[in-house]
């Protein structure tokens, strides 16, 4: 087999034992280089693009699209061009896996955007510093910008060489692997909008894989069966583990939210919050970060090995996401350090990423104290499960008008419901319900946060 070269399945993220090949993005034949996109595969926690560590020829593609395949194991064999290899079947696919083995025509943006450690190969685009992607972005000093032409761009500011586009929208682009150069911009004056790169990064496979019949008219079978894996399957193991490790206690506060949907008002007319969505998701967010420094227990981890409590002198803060593909954790690196624009910023970032499926493991990992909002889909309150390795989840209700009661007059108010599920092993009711009503006591009242 000389001149042969195998690519094993890596593990792409927090001691993962499998992943599932999603779409490969090359053939048998196809001639690659290093650092091209060769394969997508779904773990349990994201779906992830997968670089080429060896330049040659595509001589045979080992697994199975819709195949789940155990790290360690090679996928796709890569050597000189004319290289002869003996015979290796592909593995056998699970029942759910296509038994066709060539890639779709349509291939997706050849554009890498992992932070995943390799094992045992050269250094990659994505594995360590950014560098070189199918179609690179130009970069400062370039003689020429290198941009392939996919359609006719609208006219741009003269002299001007490079892809406009706002902070925001090039960091999401960067989140989902998307090249600016490459979009069609049809924002104001020829920038790139958010939604250029949300529609660009849509790809048919993300879609489609996570959607379900939604009425019986949908389908023309009884029943439908869906298999338990990737995300879906790690939510599952996790609450499970959460609930049955933790003993949770949920504590509820109906408050007049009145305040805080005023401010969200005054703030969407301020020019540092132009562009960017601003709801009382962000308020809440803010009041987290605050009330964790009076009540800092409540942002721990119960460290049962070790027989410690260990107390975080930082806030990852994490937002539970529906996405097509389950529910996923991605976490805000470092929120109690950024000021509330900052703060606006980041959570737009990281909702446009997951709506997609693109979150990446770094981004799944390390969270701190985590909220979901359940109120966007009109709903009062629930008692969410912990998210493993965190002692605390918030869960914001819908805001309703409803009657209340102000100074012995009833009144009209945007009324919402809090509810706190906190690990009863080490945060006991009196440290819980500090938190809750400290949170509960910026969103009534916003100016108190400046008492924190």
Request: glycine share 8%.
């Amino acid at each position: 087999m000389t001149g042969v070269n195998e690519f094993k399945l890596p593990d792409v993220g927090e001691g993962l034992t499998e992943a599932e090949i999603v779409a490969w993005r090359v053939k048998e034949g196809d001639v690659v280089a290093i650092n091209d996109v060769i394969v997508e595969i779904e773990t349990a926690k994201s779906i992830v693009e997968l670089p080429s560590p060896y330049a040659g020829e595509v001589l045979a593609l080992l697994a199975a699209e819709g195949q789940t395949v155990e790290v360690g194991t090679a996928i796709i064999q890569i050597g000189e061009k004319g290289a002869v290899t003996p015979p290796a079947p592909v593995q056998p696919a699970t029942p759910e896996a296509s038994a066709a083995t060539t890639p779709p025509a349509t291939r997706g943006p050849e554009v890498i955007d992992t932070n995943i450690p390799p094992t045992g190969n050269a250094t990659l685009v994505g594995y360590g510093p950014k560098q070189r992607a199918l179609k690179r972005r130009p970069r400062k000093g370039d003689a020429a910008p290198v941009v392939e032409e996919v359609a006719p761009q609208p006219s741009r500011d003269p002299g001007s060489v490079r892809t406009l586009a706002k902070p925001l929208v090039r960091r999401l682009a960067r989140d989902l692997g998307i090249d600016l150069a490459a979009l069609v911009p049809t924002g104001p004056k020829g920038t790139v909008s958010k939604d250029d790169v949300l529609a660009a990064a849509g790809t048919p496979v993300v879609e489609v894989r996570g959607a379900r019949a939604t009425s019986l008219e949908t389908s023309g079978a009884r029943e439908t069966r869906e298999p338990i894996k990737g995300v879906r399957k790690q939510m599952a193991n996790a609450m499970v583990a959460s609930a049955y490790t933790a003993p949770h206690v949920t504590e509820w506060i109906t408050i007049d939210a009145t305040a805080t949907v005023e401010l969200v008002a005054r703030l969407k007319e301020r020019r540092e919050f132009q562009g960017l969505k601003v709801s009382p998701l962000l308020v809440a967010a803010r009041a987290c970060v605050l009330a964790l420094r009076r009540t800092p227990l409540v942002n721990s981890t119960w460290d049962d090995a070790a027989q410690e409590v260990v107390v975080k002198h930082y806030v990852n803060l994490g937002i539970a996401a529906a996405t097509p593909r389950g529910l996923v954790v991605p976490n805000i690196k470092d929120a109690h350090a950024l000021s509330l624009v900052e703060l606006a910023q980041e959570l737009e970032a990281l909702t446009a990423t997951a709506r997609v499926g693109r979150t990446q493991p770094p981004q799944l990992a390390g969270g701190s104290f985590t909220i979901t909002n359940v109120g966007v889909f009109g709903v009062d309150g629930g008692t969410p499960i912990i998210n493993p390795g965190e002692s605390a989840i918030l869960c914001l209700g819908a805001i309703k008008p409803q009657p209340w009661v102000v100074r012995d007059q009833v009144v009209p108010r945007q009324v919402m419901t809090l509810s706190l599920s906190f690990d009863h092993r080490h945060v006991d009711g009196a440290t819980g319900s500090q938190f809750l009503a400290d949170v509960a006591g910026i969103i009534s009242d916003p100016a108190t946060a400046l008492l924190f």
